[in-house]
């Protein structure tokens, strides 16, 4: 077997159009893994995700959302408006995989994947441009800075749908930990939401030996990580999701001083809107009335960040229905549980019918297995699955687009 070009699980399903160029596409995502961007610095990347997009023969938007990129090509008498989604930005984690295509930028890395989901939508859109099979609209959407920074509310607030109208929406996610190339579609709820509470306690500093003296926001602060538990084990309906993590407590500098404020940075996480609504209001007001307990006072910044990614269940059953004709059941993820990472692509669902789909990775830990948890500093795309999954979204489109 080809480890190239060469899918493990669906190989069969790798259509000859794309067999013929999966070594040029796996070749540009390791271009786009050496030279990686963050959120909104996209610079390099939209320039050739642009630039391959016109050889192809689709009209191309520049700076959508900021760095974003739009191609859209129209065949045949028109019809239906298809939209397809990858997410182009890197993190600041310093890449530690030993690989000959490393990332060449010091403490930048494609720590979760967007050089593989890029390259493998521009390796659809390139059969899709050359060969013109289908009928209606296809708008091929490349967004900036979907960790964390909001890229799919900028590229709405520039008028993408507006601009460029879509009756369907799709986007892929890799995922680690189910064998490479298999696909994998939920109904409903795909990902929790993602917001943050950044609590700022207040006390009054003085010298560690003398605490009566002062108000000591760590021991306040203390019992705020304490309390905000209760809210998720006493409070939230437990059939629902909540999580509320503090990442961060950040205070003094000093063993002998005690000082004058606490920060805590709270991650909160929720798979419904009225879930989320109450995490926030819950969040807030026991912050502040434990901090008053003790002598404090506590400031709440509530970040109000990704929605729930919600797919449409007719979207899903006829994406799933495409995976079936082309895998069979063999090929597809059984009772896919929804997941507890978020993702904006579900701004983009709150204005389009879609879904957003997964693709395993790979399950062995090794080089090239696909195994290694996203955001990880060993974590590497897995190319096995670019030609089945670039496959999938050409029949994905022909399907949608009624080219048969």
């Not at 190239?4 to 190989?11: F, G």
């Not at 930005?89 to 295509?101: F, H, S």
């Not at 892929?172 to 795909?190: Q, T, W």
Request: with cysteine.
């Amino acid at each position: 077997m080809n480890a190239v070009t060469d899918d493990p699980t669906n190989a069969a399903a790798v259509l000859p159009e794309v067999r013929a160029i999966a070594g040029e596409m796996v070749a540009l995502r390791r271009r786009l893994h050496e030279q990686p961007e963050l959120g909104f610095q996209e610079h390099q990347t939209g320039a050739l995700v642009a630039e391959q997009l016109e050889r192809w023969g689709y009209e191309v938007h520049r700076g959508i959302g900021g760095t974003g990129v739009v191609g859209t090509l129209t065949a045949g008498r028109g019809g239906p408006r298809l939209g397809l989604r990858a997410d182009m930005d890197a993190l600041p984690i310093t890449e530690l995989t030993g690989l000959p295509y490393a990332s060449r930028v010091p403490g930048l890395m494609h720590a979760c994947g967007h050089d593989g989901h890029t390259a493998t939508l521009l390796a659809a859109a390139r059969v899709l441009g050359l060969t013109r099979s289908f009928q209606g609209t296809l708008n091929l959407i490349f967004q900036p800075a979907e960790e964390g920074l909001g890229g799919a509310q900028k590229m709405l607030d520039d008028g993408l749908f507006e601009r460029f109208p879509c009756d369907a929406l799709y986007a892929f996610h890799n995922a680690p930990g189910y064998a490479a190339g298999l696909l994998g579609f939920r109904s409903g709820v795909m990902y929790s939401s993602s917001d943050t509470a950044i609590i700022t306690v207040r006390g009054v500093g003085g010298h560690g030996a003398k605490p009566h003296q002062a108000v000591d926001p760590i021991l306040a602060g203390a019992q705020v990580v304490i309390a905000l538990q209760h809210i998720v084990s006493r409070e939230v309906d437990p059939n629902e999701l909540a999580i509320i993590t503090v990442g961060a407590f950040q205070a003094g500098d000093a063993p002998n001083v005690i000082p004058a404020f606490a920060e805590l940075r709270v991650t909160v996480r929720a798979r419904s809107q009225a879930v989320r609504a109450q995490l926030r209001e819950r969040i807030t007001a026991v912050a502040q009335a434990q901090a008053a307990v003790h002598g404090a006072s506590a400031e709440v910044k509530y970040l109000w960040r990704y929605a729930p990614t919600i797919n449409d269940a007719a979207a899903t059953a006829f994406a799933a229905g495409v995976a079936r004709e082309m895998v069979g059941e063999a090929g597809l993820i059984p009772d896919l549980p929804p997941g507890l990472p978020s993702d904006d692509f579900g701004l983009m669902l709150q204005k389009v019918p879609g879904s957003y789909f997964v693709v395993g990775n790979g399950v062995g830990t090794g080089p090239g297995e696909g195994g290694v948890m996203p955001h990880n500093a060993c974590f590497d795309f897995n190319d096995r699955i670019l030609p089945s999954t670039a496959s999938y979204f050409v029949r994905l489109a022909q399907r949608y687009l009624r080219a048969e």
